[in-house]
């Protein structure tokens, strides 16, 4: 891969007691593209992301963010490498006792990284962007699961992170209401900018939105490639398990 890598994964391995998980994962993740890794469930692939951000900490291999290996500082070094991170969580988790509008203020609060004037402009201008300029008095119990993730989106972007990590953002959504999720982060990462790095079931769904698609199996990522290229590949396990969560045959190679 001849693109600038901002993350890279050297033989990763990560076992939670007996169970090994990840069995010497190798992964370049290029800056400013929108990366999606795929496969069975139950592999490892939200294990992937946790460790990428250094919520956890493999067990052999290295962790590449940016130059600086993870897997060699201290603590409070992490806590420096995660300022160049957000991450949008299945679930949004958003807190149930904040309204739309303090949950996205909630992080540039939490740095106090501007007055709070200008907070609360960031953050109007942030749920413009994600189509819930008239939400944030709205709690999210009050939500509908699309609203609940564009406000998890917001606050994903409003500290303007390098790199954004999405764990099956789309979970629990109706095909509809996917798809134009799938389309708000497409356009929101060629707004900003930020490398993406998503964990999606959702197939075809995510080949137009995904610049480079990977595929973790056995513990291992099997291929990657451009999207494009990754549809029409030859290997017979990827084609195997496109076509079954596609829901239709691949055409002949």
Same mark, same amino acid.
């Given at each position: 891969?001849?693109? =600038?890598? &901002?993350? @890279?994964?050297? +033989?990763?391995?990560?076992?939670?007691?007996?169970?090994?998980?990840?069995?010497?994962?190798?992964?370049?993740?290029?800056?400013?593209?929108?990366?999606?890794?795929?496969?069975?469930?139950?592999?490892?692939?939200?294990? /992937?992301?946790?460790? &990428? %951000?250094?919520?956890?900490?493999? !067990?052999?291999? @290295?962790?590449?963010?940016? *130059?600086?290996?993870?897997?060699?500082?201290?603590?409070?070094?992490?806590?420096?490498?995660? @300022?160049?991170?957000? /991450?949008?969580?299945?679930?949004?988790?958003?807190?149930?006792?904040?309204?739309?509008?303090?949950?996205?203020?909630?992080?540039?609060?939490? @740095?106090?990284? #501007?007055?709070?004037?200008? &907070?609360?402009?960031?953050?109007? +201008?942030?749920? !413009?962007?994600?189509?819930? *300029?008239?939400?944030?008095?709205?709690?999210?119990?009050?939500?509908? *699961?699309?609203?609940?993730?564009?406000?998890?989106?917001?606050?994903?972007?409003?500290?303007? =992170?390098?790199?954004?990590?999405? !764990?099956?953002?789309?979970?629990?959504?109706?095909?509809?209401?996917?798809?134009? %999720?799938?389309?708000?982060?497409? #356009? /929101?990462?060629?707004?900003?900018?930020?490398?993406?790095?998503?964990?999606?079931?959702?197939? =075809?769904?995510?080949? =137009?939105?995904?610049?480079?698609?990977?595929?973790?199996?056995? *513990?291992? %990522?099997?291929? /990657?490639?451009?999207?494009?290229?990754?549809?029409?590949?030859? !290997?017979?396990?990827?084609?195997?398990?496109?076509?079954?969560?596609?829901?239709?045959?691949?055409?002949?190679?």
């Amino acid at each position: 891969m001849s693109l =600038p890598i &901002i993350v @890279k994964l050297a +033989e990763v391995e990560k076992a939670f007691g007996e169970q090994s998980v990840l069995k010497g994962v190798t992964l370049d993740i290029p800056k400013g593209k929108l990366t999606t890794i795929i496969g069975p469930s139950g592999e490892g692939k939200s294990v /992937m992301l946790k460790l &990428i %951000i250094g919520l956890i900490r493999p !067990d052999r291999g @290295k962790i590449i963010v940016d *130059g600086i290996d993870l897997t060699r500082i201290n603590d409070r070094e992490l806590n420096d490498i995660r @300022k160049k991170f957000a /991450m949008l969580f299945q679930s949004a988790a958003l807190f149930d006792s904040m309204n739309v509008f303090d949950n996205v203020a909630f992080p540039l609060r939490e @740095k106090r990284t #501007a007055a709070e004037q200008e &907070i609360c402009r960031l953050v109007q +201008e942030m749920l !413009d962007r994600v189509e819930l *300029g008239n939400m944030g008095h709205k709690f999210p119990a009050e939500l509908s *699961g699309g609203m609940k993730k564009r406000a998890g989106l917001a606050r994903a972007l409003v500290m303007r =992170p390098e790199i954004i990590l999405f !764990d099956e953002p789309t979970t629990g959504l109706d095909p509809l209401m996917a798809h134009a %999720i799938h389309k708000l982060i497409l #356009a /929101m990462q060629k707004a900003f900018g930020f490398t993406g790095i998503m964990v999606s079931h959702q197939i =075809p769904e995510i080949f =137009p939105i995904s610049d480079w698609v990977a595929m973790l199996k056995n *513990g291992k %990522i099997i291929a /990657m490639s451009p999207s494009d290229e990754f549809q029409q590949t030859a !290997d017979p396990v990827v084609r195997e398990f496109i076509s079954v969560n596609n829901g239709s045959d691949l055409a002949p190679v």
